[in-house]
């Protein structure tokens, strides 16, 4: 088992998920799971999990797609695999309090891990595998955990400058709140710790979006495809809880009150009685590991 502390190619991407990144996922699991659940469709409907399946979730975070795998493996079992302490903690906590028995979690890194050679059927990931430092290694390390046949199914992010709802709201979003950065003395500086967690995990959320980079890293894999999916993101109820969740995720982040009532009114036009909702894109890609 890859620990916080073991040195691993992707050491940076294990201190900002078993730091503030992590945390904060970990204690808003629920309204990240809201606002990624428009790609739960999409994925398992590619995925074609079977009764008897053995799964493997690459990045599960707070384990929501492990739990949905094993209830369809009801005679199978799903592994969740992360790097994030908190997430995996939580997502222990939430199987057993779903009465979930079919369904376990290692810390990992995936990249590196041993994973029983062609131990499981099919593998999936709802954004997990954007974080690796070396994607052709990552994915080829799991294929060897895919049986001859298996599948590999998950969804990533488009590009950043993608024309969609999301994207330009949050591109404003971050040219307002990069005006309202200040001196490192200031009281609303945020902490180089927590700027370095952010910027890691923006930074390798950005690194697998073109679908050649993707193609490039699944070369143990054939019959690889990479599919646009529509999908509407789900960031608050209203704007202000829309900010509040926002500005939460950097600590120590404050901002005055003409920016506060700008970032509020970037989120204005999408709200609706159902709470704050955008429309964005993923990628869907599937591939097989060759028989």
């Not at 927590?194 to 679908?211: C, G, K, V």
């Amino acid at each position: 088992m890859t620990t916080a502390t073991t040195p691993t190619p992707n050491s940076r991407q294990a201190q900002a998920w078993n730091g503030s990144v992590g945390t904060h996922w970990a204690t808003h699991h629920d309204r990240y799971d809201t606002m990624l659940s428009g790609v739960n469709d999409a994925l398992f409907e590619a995925a074609a999990i079977g009764a008897g399946d053995r799964v493997l979730d690459i990045g599960c975070g707070a384990g929501i797609t492990t739990r949905i795998a094993a209830r369809r493996a009801a005679h199978g079992h799903a592994v969740g695999v992360d790097i994030s302490a908190p997430l995996l903690d939580r997502a222990r906590a939430s199987t057993a309090s779903e009465g979930i028995t079919n369904a376990a979690y290692e810390q990992a890194d995936a990249q590196t891990h041993a994973f029983p050679t062609a131990g499981y059927d099919v593998a999936i990931s709802r954004g997990g595998v954007m974080f690796f430092a070396d994607h052709t290694a990552a994915f080829t390390n799991i294929a060897r955990a895919l049986r001859p046949g298996g599948r590999l199914v998950f969804v990533c992010p488009q590009p950043v400058d993608q024309d969609t709802e999301e994207s330009r709201t949050l591109g404003l979003f971050a040219e307002l709140l990069a005006r309202e950065d200040g001196p490192e003395e200031s009281p609303g500086h945020i902490s180089p710790e927590a700027a370095a967690d952010a910027t890691a995990a923006r930074t390798a959320m950005a690194s697998f979006s073109e679908p050649a980079r993707i193609h490039e890293a699944l070369t143990a894999y054939e019959d690889v495809t990479v599919t646009p999916v529509p999908v509407e993101t789900v960031w608050g109820q209203t704007s202000a809880d829309a900010v509040d969740f926002i500005l939460s995720r950097t600590p120590g982040r404050t901002v005055t009150a003409a920016t506060r009532a700008a970032l509020e009114e970037a989120f204005r036009p999408y709200a609706t009685e159902f709470g704050i909702r955008m429309r964005a894109g993923v990628w869907l890609v599937t591939a097989v590991r060759p028989a």
